[in-house]
């Protein structure tokens, strides 16, 4: 149970789990592109001790593996997961009242800590004071990766109905004035986008805190997918094994008395600059767009105060552990929300929200002859309605039946779709609606569309394990590859514009038809790249679900409309990469050149990744 951030990084060190790095970096790339090679081995948390430019610390990785974010939690883990349990399941408690006395000690034990003197142990400081760490090439700014916004409900004060979210702040560039505001990036829905609902409809503007560190449980609980009513401030306390101290500056601000940094200012109804562009989770830079602008009222640091930061970028990165611990932690949170749901799986490397993976039951259909999709398409609607579950743009849901299936052996759940599906009859669309804000695959900022792939029943095909003779020597599509049983992939021209595109799809579906059936085949993928889309599951995933639109990107070989509905023989997914796409995240060259030398024998990484 740690008090401060600086305890962590102590129990972390002496137990190998951290490396501190004496020599001095620069925050403009280096720093970022440092932890990226120490993550992508497996490595450990780091500290730089010498921040080029500013005097404070920064450590990053923490939470870089799943082992290491448990042991951090070790003392904690088991009481807390015990309190989201009964919140998930309160009959639970109903049933067994002594056997879960101690998780209900556990959640009183952690209610937030109101304490005076609120501003005990910080000095004040400017925004330039802080290490301003620009993560890629074409980044706008300086940005806080892992702050914890904190906003209280304008109509009803006080910290348990407050919100604690992690929403990315721009620090510098653009239009702010370094040291007079700053940006914050956050969709209207999140809870702090309901606060400033409400403090608009007022006139008046919305107070905000920005705290920077403190006990990693912290960070953990701004992150975090709570259930409805438990305070994200109260998990702190639980998985921390410590309250959450806070208490109020003279102007009126909520302090938390653990954070390393604080950072106090207000949102006034209207105020919009400019943010972005920033190297996002999906793997691609999100542009510039206005997004809330902050006043800065106070800046605040302890006296040792140590700056946390991580970098995102195509998967997997560090928010891929965090999202491993929060399943682990939330454990079978979906179930309960969600009637006749095994499993939901929002797959990592196709950026998290593109594409889900889904397991349920179909018990509607029981005396039919002909089994098809029912309760699966209304389980399959629930998901896209659940909080963030709602960005997804492709959903795969299967029935569970005679055989145990598994969202995590993606490889098989993929041939158990496809082995079963009616392509005239089970692709279900959702057209003009909303997807992640920082996917530039659709129409427009937060335009898109949605598809339900579901499937049930008997097997009704065997899914070719070589790349189909149909799909060879096809005219401006070349150098077919099998991704996946009954997944191939081919090469087209540059994409143009969609009415091109509409051309070029039907005639390439004509030329397949004209060949004969491919029923073993069902699922085509147009790309840039086929080599590299083949190569690994990974880059199945990233180049498929990232960058391709389901209303505007799906043809089909034979497809055609029944009654409204649209189906197929042969589904054509095109992924090549559009002009409203936005730019792949690349590393620069000349700053991994400079690096090298702390990875070299004698530097403070040398001989860290093995």
């Not at 946390?308 to 979906?334: K, Y």
């Not at 089909?556 to 997914?573: M, P």
């Amino acid at each position: 149970m740690y008090r401060t951030l600086e305890a962590c990084i102590k129990d972390l060190e002496q137990n190998g789990h951290l490396v501190r790095i004496k020599e001095e970096v620069d925050p403009e790339l280096e720093m970022a592109a440092i932890h990226l090679r120490v993550y992508a081995a497996g490595g450990p948390a780091l500290l730089f001790e010498n921040v080029k430019g500013s005097r404070y610390q920064a450590v990053s990785n923490l939470f870089g593996t799943l082992d290491r974010s448990k042991f951090m939690f070790r003392q904690t883990w088991d009481s807390t997961q015990n309190v989201i349990a009964l919140r998930n399941d309160p009959m639970k408690a109903l049933k067994n009242p002594f056997g879960n006395i101690h998780a209900g000690l556990s959640g009183i034990k952690a209610l937030p800590l109101k304490q005076g003197n609120a501003l005990a142990g910080f000095k004040e400081i400017k925004i330039s004071d802080l290490p301003l760490i620009k993560h890629w090439p074409m980044d706008g700014g300086a940005f806080v990766t892992l702050p914890q916004v904190y906003s209280e409900d304008p109509d009803k004060k006080g910290i348990m109905k407050a919100n604690l979210g992690m929403y990315r702040v721009q620090l510098t560039g653009n239009e702010f004035e370094t040291n007079k505001d700053i940006g914050l990036h956050y969709q209207i829905h999140r809870g702090i986008g309901i606060h400033q609902h409400k403090a608009n409809r007022k006139g008046e503007p919305l107070k905000v805190s920005i705290f920077v560190g403190g006990p990693p449980s912290h960070t953990i609980s701004a992150v975090m997918p709570l259930p409805e009513g438990l305070s994200e401030m109260l998990f702190a306390g639980l998985l921390g094994g410590r309250r959450f101290r806070y208490g109020y500056d003279s102007d009126g601000f909520c302090i938390s008395q653990d954070a390393d940094f604080v950072i106090t200012g207000e949102i006034y109804p209207g105020e919009t600059k400019p943010e972005g562009p920033f190297g996002d989770h999906l793997g691609y830079y999100s542009l510039v767009h206005p997004f809330p602008v902050m006043r800065i009222r106070k800046v605040y640091a302890k006296q040792n105060a140590i700056w946390p930061f991580t970098v995102v970028g195509r998967p997997p990165q560090e928010d891929t552990s965090f999202g491993a611990l929060i399943h682990e932690l939330t454990g079978s949170a979906i179930k309960q929300e969600i009637p006749g749901v095994k499993e939901v799986h929002a797959v990592d490397a196709a950026g998290v929200h593109p594409l889900l993976l889904a397991i349920g039951y179909e018990r509607y259909t029981p005396y039919t002859k002909v089994k098809q999709p029912a309760e699966l398409l209304t389980i399959a609607n629930r998901i896209l309605g659940t909080n963030q579950l709602s960005l997804a743009k492709y959903l795969f849901i299967a029935a569970e039946e005679e055989q145990p299936l598994s969202t995590h052996e993606m490889p098989a759940f993929f041939s158990y779709i496809l082995e079963r599906i009616d392509l005239k009859r089970d692709i279900h669309f959702q057209t003009n609606t909303t997807i992640d804000t920082l996917d530039y695959s659709g129409s427009g900022l937060n335009q898109g569309s949605k598809v339900i792939f579901a499937a049930c029943g008997d097997k009704k095909r065997d899914l070719c394990t070589e790349v189909p003779e149909q799909l060879k020597e096809l005219r401006d599509y070349t150098n077919p590859r099998l991704v996946l049983p009954g997944i191939a992939a081919i090469e087209g021209p540059a994409f143009g514009s969609y009415a091109e595109t509409n051309k070029q799809m039907q005639e390439l579906s004509d030329a397949i038809s004209k060949r004969g059936g491919m029923d073993d085949c069902p699922l085509i993928i147009v790309c840039d790249d086929s080599t590299f889309l083949s190569d690994t599951l990974d880059n199945f995933f990233w180049t498929t679900f990232t960058r391709s639109n389901p209303s505007h990107d799906m043809y089909g070989v034979n497809a055609g409309i029944a009654f409204k509905h649209w189906g197929c023989d042969n589904v054509i997914i095109d992924a090549r990469t559009k002009p409203h796409h936005a730019p792949p995240l690349i590393l620069n060259p000349d700053v991994e050149k400079r690096i090298d030398q702390l990875f070299a024998k004698g530097g403070s990484l040398g001989g860290v990744l093995g």
